[in-house]
């Protein structure tokens, strides 16, 4: 079966750095997408890897590597409007979006 | 400005009543996808349309229909056969984020079936 894991909660303080992971077991690997979603909001596109290494995006950065089924994502200077869940999702070898249950992050003063 | 529209934003229906959600796009997108949403769970996929006048059953379709009769258009219908109707419904319309394929998304429909 197709499985995509991550943390279900993550806690962490304004101004400092947070790594969300995820694992994948995929059908096939044509990319890995990273979402955020405000409570009650649609998610919206953050960053999109498909080779491995860093794609750096502002104080957003995403990892993958292919080899170990995983993927990080590094968002940095926190603010509190970062507080949403994170969404991964991998697409698989039909191009259909396997998508995780999201990491909910929660950002304190 | 373009985009995807879904409504209404919330819906409440009684057991047993189909109701039929609505979503529209201005992005001249192919693909269009409908999602369920319930907490603690990963996106599911419902139905897709790959162009006018055709749709694939998704993941969980049971329960669903859809037409595609216009490129900007895609409703889904929640039946009476769809056995735990109550979740956050998302459509999405698939197209280009600079030269990344990515999927774009509504703001949702929360259905409530009481």
């Known amino acids: 079966g197709q499985n995509i894991d991550q943390p279900t909660e993550m806690t962490a303080t304004e101004g400092a750095i947070v790594q969300i992971n995820c694992t994948y077991q995929?059908?096939?690997?044509?990319?890995l997408f990273w979402y955020q979603q405000h409570a009650g909001e649609a998610p919206t596109f953050l960053s999109y890897n498909v080779l491995d290494g860093l794609e750096e995006k502002g104080r957003f950065s995403s990892f993958l590597s292919r080899s170990k089924g995983y993927s990080y994502l590094l968002l940095k200077e926190l603010q509190m409007k970062d507080s949403a869940s994170y969404l991964c999702a991998v697409l698989d070898s039909n191009y259909q979006l396997i998508w995780g249950a999201g990491t909910k992050l929660i950002i304190k003063p | 400005d373009g985009g995807i529209t879904q409504s209404p934003k919330y819906l409440f229906r009684k057991e047993g009543q189909n109701v039929t959600l609505s979503c529209e796009q201005n992005?001249?997108?192919?693909?269009m996808y409908w999602y369920r949403q319930d907490p603690g769970q990963g996106l599911r996929l419902i139905y897709y349309?790959?162009?006018?006048?055709?749709?694939q059953k998704g993941d969980i379709a049971e329960g669903y229909s859809v037409s595609r009769e216009k490129k900007e258009s895609f409703p889904l219908t929640v039946t009476s056969a769809q056995k735990n109707p109550t979740a956050f419904y998302l459509c999405?319309?698939?197209?280009?984020?600079?030269?990344?394929?990515?999927?774009?998304f509504g703001p949702g429909t929360r259905l409530t079936v009481l």
């Open positions: 992005l001249n997108h192919d693909a």
């Open positions: 999405a319309s698939r197209g280009l984020a600079g030269e990344i394929d990515t999927q774009y």
């Open positions: 995929t059908s096939g690997f044509n990319g």
């Open positions: 349309s790959q162009i006018v006048n055709d749709f």
